[in-house]
C-alpha cells in the first residue's frame, strides 16, 4: 500500500518538477482510486507536497479526500482549512491543466458543507475559486452555481450578488475543458452536468435576487432558465417556471402580469420557431407540453390574477396553500395577493382623479377606508402612484408623475442608461465578429450555400479543399 | 455622506460573519446598521440566519420587532419599539435611525396628505404634541381647527433645483458627437 502512495508522491514530484504539468494532469485521474482507498494515510501524503509547486497532485489529495469522506468522516474544520490553504496558495497555471477535477473538487466539496450545515464558510473559499479559474470577468463557470447554493443556504448574500450583477458573456463547461485537456470525461464528468450547472446557476441567481426583492433581475434570471434550448424538459427548469409565472405577477402586476406572461410564450414560440429554421434543438414545445400541464395550479393562479379581483385569488390561493407551500412559493403567492391590491389601486388612478377613501376600500376589496389609506401611503412612499389624501373629507387625489425630465438625477439615470446600451452595442458587436470568424461557422455558411448551388450547377464546386 | 458613515464597520462586520462563529452582540450590530441604511431585505435575511440560541437575545429580539415594524410600514410600532434601552454598541445606530425615521415619516406626510388629524400624526410618529409643533412649524405647515381636531395641512418639500453644470454639459456633447458620427 505504501508503496503505491511513495510512487504517487514521486511521480508528482519528478513530473512537476519537470514542468510536465500536461503528462502529469493525464495520468493523475487513474490514482484517485488508490487514494481514496487510502484515505486514512492521505495526511502525511499532503505533508510531502507544496501546494504552490505541485498544485496538481495537491489537488487529487483533495479530491480523493473528498470522494472518501462518507467513509473517512473526517474533521470538517480541517477540510475547511485546507481548501481554504490550496484556493489561496494554488498555481493557477498548473490547475488549468486539470480544470475538469477542479470543479470535481469544487462541487464535492460544497456539497459537503451543505450536509454539514456550514456553508457560510465556504463562500469565500467559492468566491476565491472562481475568480481564480474564470478566464474574465463576464465568464459563467460551473461552479458559479456552487457559489450561489452555499449562498442560499446560508443565506448571506453580500458576496455572491457581485457575481451575480455580472452579465455573462462567455461559458466555460466541463465538457470543453475536457475536451481540450483530451482527458478521459466519461469517468469524470458527464456532459450533462454542464447543461445542469447553467440552468442551476439561473435559477439559484433567480431565487436570490427574489429574496432580495431585485424581482427584475430575478425574472430575467428565471427567464434565461426556461428559455435554455433543450430537447427535454429539465426539473430545474419546471422549478424555475413555477418561480417565473409567480415573480412575473409580482413586478409586472402594474402593467398587466398576464400580459406579461403570455407574451413571454409567444415569445418562446417565436423563437422556437425560429430556432427550428436555425437546426436547434426544438424547445418550447417543452414549456407547453411538459411544464403547463405540470405546473396547472400556477397557470390558474395567472388566469385568477387577470380578472382583477382579489377576493377570487384569495380563494384560490388558500385552495392551493398546500402545493404552493410544498414547492415552497407560498411567501410568493402571498406577494401576488398582495401585488393585485396595490394593481388595482393603481387602475383607479388612471380613471379617477379623486376619489373617497371607503370607494377605494370597496373597489379594491379591502376591508375598510383604514385599510386603503395604509395601501395608498405605502404606495406613495414607494414611489408606485403619486396622490395626496385629505383626511379631513377622507378623499385622495390622484396625481400625475411629477417628473419633468429636467433635473440632474434625471439626467444621470438616463447617462448610465445610455452608456449601458453603447456597451451592450459594443458587445455585441464584438461577440458577432468572432462567430464570423469562427472557421466553423464559416464552414457551415459556406457549405449550405454550396449545396444549394451543387443543387443547381453540380460541377461548379466539386470539392471542398477543406476537407 | 450620512448613509455612508457605517460602511467600513458593515464591510468588517460582513467579512467576520464569513469566516468565523459571531456572537450576539456583532448580530446586535449589524442588524443595527442594516436598519439604518434601510436595507430590510437584508435584515430579515440576517434575522434567518441567526443561530436560533442567539435568537433569545433580548435587544436581537427587540430589533428583529423594529424590522417587522419597518417592512410593515407600520409606524406607531416602530416609533414605540424604538424607545428603549440600548446597549452601548447599537445606541449610535438606533438613534440616527430615529432622527432619520422622523424625518422620513414627516417628509412622507409632506408628500402623501393634503390634511391629516393631529391625532392620528401624533400616533404614527409618536410624539408629544410640543414636539410636532415644532417640527411642523421648521416646515412651514399650517394649523387648522375642525371643532375641537386640529388638523395639519402639509406641505410638500421642494426639492431645490440644482443647475447642470460643466460636466453634464460636457457629457451632453460626447453624446452629439457619438450620435452625429
Not at chain 1, 134 to 160: G, Y
Request: charged share 20%; aromatic share 10%.
Amino acid at each position: 500500500m505504501g508503496s503505491a502512495l511513495e510512487n504517487f508522491v514521486n511521480q508528482v514530484r519528478t513530473m512537476s518538477a519537470s514542468g510536465s504539468f500536461r503528462e502529469l494532469a493525464d495520468d493523475l485521474p487513474e490514482s484517485v482510486s488508490l487514494l481514496a482507498r487510502n484515505w486514512s494515510i492521505l495526511d502525511n501524503v499532503l505533508e510531502t507536497l507544496d501546494v504552490q509547486q505541485h498544485t496538481l497532485g495537491v489537488l487529487y489529495v483533495l479530491l480523493a479526500k473528498l470522494h472518501s469522506a462518507a467513509t473517512a468522516n473526517p474533521e470538517p474544520v480541517q477540510i475547511i482549512q485546507l481548501m481554504r490553504d490550496f484556493v489561496q496558495r494554488n498555481n493557477v497555471e498548473q490547475l488549468r491543466f486539470a480544470i475538469c477535477a477542479f470543479y470535481e473538487t469544487c462541487h464535492l466539496f460544497t456539497d459537503y458543507l451543505v450536509q454539514k450545515n456550514l456553508s457560510i464558510l465556504g463562500i469565500k473559499i467559492m468566491a476565491r475559486a472562481v475568480d481564480q479559474i474564470r478566464q474574465m470577468d463576464t465568464q459563467l463557470t460551473p461552479i458559479h452555481a456552487d457559489l450561489c447554493l452555499l449562498s442560499l443556504k446560508a443565506k448571506n448574500f453580500n458576496l455572491v450578488l457581485a457575481y451575480l450583477d455580472t452579465d455573462i458573456t462567455d461559458i466555460s463547461t466541463a465538457a470543453a475543458e475536457c475536451k481540450t485537456q483530451q482527458q478521459q470525461q466519461s469517468q469524470h464528468t458527464d456532459a450533462n452536468n454542464d447543461a445542469k450547472y447553467f440552468l442551476l446557476f439561473y435559477y439559484y441567481g433567480g431565487m436570490i435576487y427574489t429574496a432580495v426583492k431585485n424581482y427584475d433581475r430575478a425574472l430575467y434570471f428565471f427567464e434565461v432558465c426556461i428559455t435554455t434550448p433543450a430537447m427535454a424538459m429539465s426539473h430545474i427548469m419546471l422549478e424555475a417556471y413555477k418561480k417565473f409565472l409567480m415573480v412575473s405577477l409580482i413586478v409586472e402586476g402594474n402593467v398587466s402580469g398576464s400580459e406579461r406572461v403570455s407574451f413571454v410564450q409567444t415569445n418562446l414560440y417565436l423563437s422556437c420557431l425560429y430556432l427550428q429554421i436555425a437546426f436547434i434543438p426544438k424547445n418550447t414545445q417543452v414549456i407547453g407540453r411538459f411544464m403547463k400541464p405540470m405546473a396547472s395550479h400556477y397557470h390558474d393562479l395567472v388566469s385568477v390574477y387577470a380578472n382583477s379581483s382579489s377576493e377570487e385569488l384569495r380563494i384560490l390561493i388558500l385552495k392551493y396553500s398546500e402545493a404552493f407551500t410544498r414547492d415552497s412559493n407560498m411567501g410568493l403567492a402571498k406577494q401576488v395577493a398582495t401585488s393585485l391590491y396595490k394593481r388595482n389601486i393603481k387602475r383607479l388612478t388612471k380613471t379617477f382623479l379623486t376619489l373617497s377613501l371607503s370607494d377605494v376600500a370597496s373597489r379594491v376589496q379591502l376591508s375598510g377606508a383604514a385599510e386603503a389609506e395604509r395601501y395608498i401611503l405605502n404606495m406613495i412612499k414607494s414611489g408606485e402612484i403619486y396622490a395626496s389624501i385629505n383626511q379631513k373629507d377622507g378623499m385622495v387625489l390622484f396625481k400625475d408623475d411629477p417628473e419633468k425630465y429636467n433635473s440632474p438625477d434625471m439626467f444621470l439615470n438616463v447617462q448610465t442608461n445610455i452608456t449601458q446600451v453603447l456597451d451592450l452595442v459594443k458587445q455585441i458587436n464584438k461577440m458577432e465578429e468572432e462567430i464570423i470568424l469562427n472557421p466553423m461557422y464559416v464552414k457551415k455558411a459556406l457549405g449550405s450555400q454550396d449545396d444549394d448551388l451543387t443543387s443547381q450547377h453540380p460541377k461548379t464546386y466539386s470539392g471542398d479543399p477543406t476537407d | 455622506m450620512q448613509s455612508n458613515k457605517y460602511n467600513d464597520l458593515l464591510d468588517r462586520l460582513e467579512n467576520e460573519e464569513l469566516e468565523v462563529e459571531l456572537g450576539a452582540e456583532v448580530y446586535q450590530q449589524l442588524l443595527a446598521i442594516y436598519l439604518y441604511q434601510n436595507k430590510l431585505a437584508n435584515a430579515k435575511l440576517l434575522w434567518m440566519r441567526i443561530p436560533d440560541k442567539l435568537k433569545e437575545d433580548k435587544e436581537l429580539l427587540h430589533l428583529n420587532q423594529l424590522n417587522v415594524a419597518l417592512q410593515n410600514n407600520n409606524f406607531a410600532e416602530f416609533f414605540q419599539k424604538i424607545r428603549y434601552d440600548w446597549s452601548e454598541c447599537v445606541k449610535p445606530a438606533m438613534e440616527d435611525l430615529l432622527v432619520k425615521q422622523r424625518e422620513d415619516l414627516l417628509t412622507l406626510a409632506g408628500n402623501a396628505y393634503v390634511s391629516i388629524y393631529q391625532n392620528n400624526l401624533l400616533k404614527m410618529a409618536q410624539m408629544t404634541e410640543d414636539e410636532l409643533k415644532n417640527a411642523a412649524s421648521a416646515l412651514d405647515w399650517t394649523r387648522e381647527l375642525n371643532g375641537d381636531d386640529v388638523i395639519w395641512l402639509p406641505k410638500a418639500k421642494e426639492t431645490p433645483p440644482t443647475g447642470g453644470n460643466d460636466d453634464q454639459l460636457l457629457k451632453l456633447t460626447e453624446f452629439v458627437t457619438f450620435l452625429e458620427n
